[in-house]
């Protein structure tokens, strides 16, 4: 009865039966795996009874594949993910010693997984470090293969580092390294390519959802050629691609220049009222103040990838942490999706029925939304906002909660679904 889900003229087209292959993940992902399984299955059969169904195809990597077949990351894992395209991963440890790097990044490399979406929302009853977290909406499209991260970096007297700095200063005249001698070297690759992907799928994302803005988030007053020109092709393809859909702050100011600023204000809320998606732009450590103080005034966040990983953080701190911050790596033109918790293995409390859960289903939840399963998705929301209202909550969140009442992983689990109204 399993089909294959498919990319069909550009669309992913989702069967009724399909298959997810799952990696539990190291330490935690143990404990977090099944029962997040169990949540979602409840909330299918809630939603469509059993006309849809998920068959969980359990694929290996981290400490469990090392054991059974010598490898961190086998192929088969990888051919799964291929085959099927949209999947889920629990936190895998970074394998000590040589090898892979990080197996995540591998993931990402291989199956070419160009965003990292986080969505950030707030529910009842959560501990915040902020004013109003009911106001917190935000989705981050972090740039997921370019930038300093892309891995380019050179030691600091090594051959080809001085090789390199012999390059820069004597072919390409460079005289700003201030001590050349003890200096080590990052490039930061940022494409006009890499960057049109990026901000297309958050626009996109942003019609699909109606939400009401893109923020580019950037420091282009300082590094111009890579995270100002990704702010100028981010606003040329909004202007380019999207006109009817989109009104960019940098229009606003040309007709601010143009014709006044009362006009500029009227076609901005000309904008507003037909629901177009409001384009503007933040240098990031502005960006960090605004979303703390006024996290309204941002809905979508398009970032390059060393921003995006500070962003992400921060933002997740603001509604309760790690424990329940979900994500996934997604590349919108292929349709390979990984969904994924957004902490690690946390070797501290794995075995001991503390983990909090919350991470992987609200990612699992994602991937629902993505597979266009929307009713189910809304059931995990509604009960879980539940339980967290009653104050059930796992021991991370019950430390900073009064009068809250302890769970256990499987517990929290079976919470949110006897709470599926
Ligand atoms: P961590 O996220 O594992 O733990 C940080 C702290 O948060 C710990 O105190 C832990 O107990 C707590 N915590 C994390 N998730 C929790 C949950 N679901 N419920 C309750 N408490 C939770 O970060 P770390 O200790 O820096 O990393 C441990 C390992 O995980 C390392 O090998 C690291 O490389 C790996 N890691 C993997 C991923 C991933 O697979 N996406 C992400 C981050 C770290």
């Given at each position: 009865m399993t089909e294959k889900?498919?990319?069909v003229a550009g669309k992913l087209v989702v069967p009724n039966y399909p298959v997810i292959p799952f990696i539990e993940g190291d330490g935690i992902g143990k404990d977090i795996s099944s029962p997040s399984q169990r949540v979602i299955d409840a909330a299918v059969t809630k939603a469509y009874g059993d006309t849809k169904k998920i068959t969980w195809k359990e694929v290996l990597a981290g400490e469990k594949a090392y054991h059974e077949t010598g490898s961190y990351l086998p192929d088969e894992t990888i051919e799964a993910f291929k085959e099927y395209l949209i999947g889920i991963k629990g936190p895998l440890q970074t394998p000590v010693g040589g090898g892979i790097r990080s197996l995540n990044v591998a993931l990402r490399q291989t199956l070419d997984l160009y965003v990292c979406v986080r969505p950030v929302r707030w529910f009842k009853g959560v501990p915040s470090p902020i004013r109003y977290p009911s106001m917190v909406d935000m989705h981050i499209f972090r740039?997921?293969?370019?930038?300093?991260?892309?891995?380019?970096?050179?030691?600091?007297?090594?051959?080809?580092t001085k090789k390199f700095r012999d390059f820069l200063v004597n072919e390409m005249g460079v005289d700003k390294i201030r001590f050349p001698e003890s200096s080590s070297f990052g490039v930061k690759p940022i494409s006009k390519d890499g960057s049109e992907r990026l901000t297309k799928a958050a626009i996109e994302y942003a019609i699909d959802r109606q939400l009401p803005s893109v923020t580019i988030v950037h420091k282009g007053n300082i590094m111009k050629f890579t995270e100002g020109a990704f702010k100028n092709w981010s606003y040329d393809l909004a202007e380019n691609e999207f006109a009817e859909q989109t009104f960019t702050w940098r229009q606003y100011e040309a007709l601010k220049e143009d014709k006044g600023e009362l006009d500029a204000?009227?076609?901005?809320?000309a904008a507003k009222k037909a629901g177009k998606v409001i384009v503007k732009d933040s240098i990031t450590d502005a960006f960090l103040q605004e979303s703390l103080l006024h996290p309204w005034d941002h809905s979508v966040i398009a970032t390059m990838n060393l921003n995006g990983d500070y962003v992400s953080d921060q933002l997740a701190a603001m509604v309760g942490g790690i424990g329940i911050s979900p994500g996934a790596n997604i590349n919108y033109q292929s349709g390979y999706a990984i969904f994924e918790a957004t902490h690690g293995t946390a070797p501290n409390i794995a075995g001991t029925g503390k983990a909090n859960p919350g991470s992987l289903i609200l990612s699992a939840v994602m991937m629902l939304e993505?597979?266009?399963?929307?009713d189910a998705a809304e059931h995990v929301y509604d009960a879980m906002e539940h339980v967290f209202a009653k104050r059930k909550v796992t021991s991370d969140l019950h430390a900073q909660m009064e009068g809250a009442t302890l769970l256990t992983t499987s517990e929290f689990a079976d919470a949110i679904i006897r709470n599926m109204h």
């Open positions: 889900t498919k990319i740039e997921n293969t370019e930038d300093i991260y892309a891995g380019i970096e050179y030691m600091m007297g090594e051959d080809e204000n009227k076609a901005l809320e993505y597979m266009g399963w929307n």
